[in-house]
C-alpha cells in the first residue's frame, strides 16, 4: 500500500461528459502528480501541483484542468470527453516538489476511465 | 524519435538469470525513474537517480549522465520479478516516459 488514495477505481461514461478523478496523497507529501496512461500513448505527464500552487505543466489537454485543495487532496476534471481519453490516471505524490517529478514517487492504484 | 528510449522491448529469462534493462534519454533531466508496474496495473517506484548508483535488494541502477544512459540490473531474478519495467526522465514540464521492457521470469 502506497498510501495514496485514488477514486473512482473504475468509471464507464458516454463522449462528451465531464467526469472529476480525486486523489488523496500519502500524509504528508506536498506534491501531487498526474499521469495518463493510453495503449497508443503509453505514459504521460499531465500536470503537478505543489502545496496548492500549479508547479508543473506537461501535456495536458486544454479540456482537463486540475486543482489541489488545502488540505493536499487534489481532483483532476476531465470534460468534453471523446473516445481517445479512455485510459489509466494515475496519480503520485512525493515529498519533495520545488523541481517537479524529482522526489521519490508514491502512486496510487489508477483509475480506469472507459469513454463509450 | 522519442525522448526516453528503452531497450530491450521484451525480455524472457530462466529463475536465476542476471538481467539488464537499458534507457537512453535525449533530454535534459533532473532526475531518472525506474518503476514497475505489475499485470494488475499498479505502479510501483523503485529508484530514482539523479547520479552514480543506488542498491535495494536484488535490484540495482546506475545512470551516467555524460552518456545519457541509465541500466536497471536485477541478480538472481525471480518469476516474481515478471512485470513491466519503465525508465521516465525529464525535468519541470518536461518528462518523459520510456514505452516499457517486460520482463519474464520462468521458474
Known amino acids: 500500500d502506497s498510501g495514496v488514495t485514488q477514486t473512482p477505481k473504475h468509471l464507464i461514461t458516454a463522449t462528451g461528459q465531464r467526469v472529476t478523478l480525486r486523489c488523496s496523497p500519502r500524509?504528508?507529501?506536498?506534491?501531487v502528480y498526474w499521469y495518463q496512461q493510453s495503449l497508443d500513448q503509453g505514459l504521460q505527464f499531465l500536470i503537478q501541483?505543489?502545496?496548492?500552487?500549479?508547479?508543473a505543466k506537461g501535456n495536458i489537454l486544454e479540456r482537463f484542468s486540475a486543482q489541489q485543495f488545502p488540505d493536499l487532496h487534489s481532483e483532476l476534471n476531465l470534460s468534453s470527453l471523446e473516445l481517445g481519453d479512455s485510459a489509466l490516471y494515475f496519480c503520485?505524490?512525493?515529498?519533495?516538489?520545488?523541481?517537479?517529478?524529482?522526489?521519490?514517487?508514491?502512486f496510487g492504484e489508477g483509475s480506469r476511465l472507459t469513454v463509450l | 524519435k522519442n525522448e526516453v528510449e528503452q531497450s530491450p522491448q521484451n525480455l524472457t529469462a530462466q529463475e536465476g538469470e542476471f538481467i539488464t534493462i537499458n534507457c537512453s534519454y535525449s533530454?535534459?533531466?533532473?532526475?531518472l525513474h525506474w518503476l514497475q508496474q505489475h499485470p494488475g496495473g499498479g505502479i510501483v517506484s523503485l529508484f530514482m537517480?539523479?547520479?552514480g548508483k543506488k542498491k535495494h535488494g536484488r535490484l540495482i541502477a546506475t545512470i551516467n549522465i555524460q552518456e545519457k544512459h541509465s541500466s536497471l540490473h536485477i541478480t538472481a531474478s525471480h518469476p516474481r520479478d515478471s512485470a513491466v519495467y519503465i525508465c521516465?526522465?525529464?525535468?519541470?514540464?518536461?518528462?518523459?516516459f520510456g514505452t516499457g521492457t517486460s520482463l519474464t521470469v520462468i521458474p
Open positions: 503520485a505524490s512525493s515529498v519533495e516538489g520545488r523541481t517537479a517529478n524529482t522526489g521519490e514517487l508514491f
Open positions: 521516465a526522465a525529464g525535468t519541470g514540464n518536461q518528462f518523459y
Open positions: 500524509s504528508g507529501d506536498l506534491s
Open positions: 533530454v535534459g533531466i533532473s532526475a
Open positions: 501541483y505543489y502545496n496548492g500552487e500549479e508547479r
Open positions: 537517480l539523479s547520479s
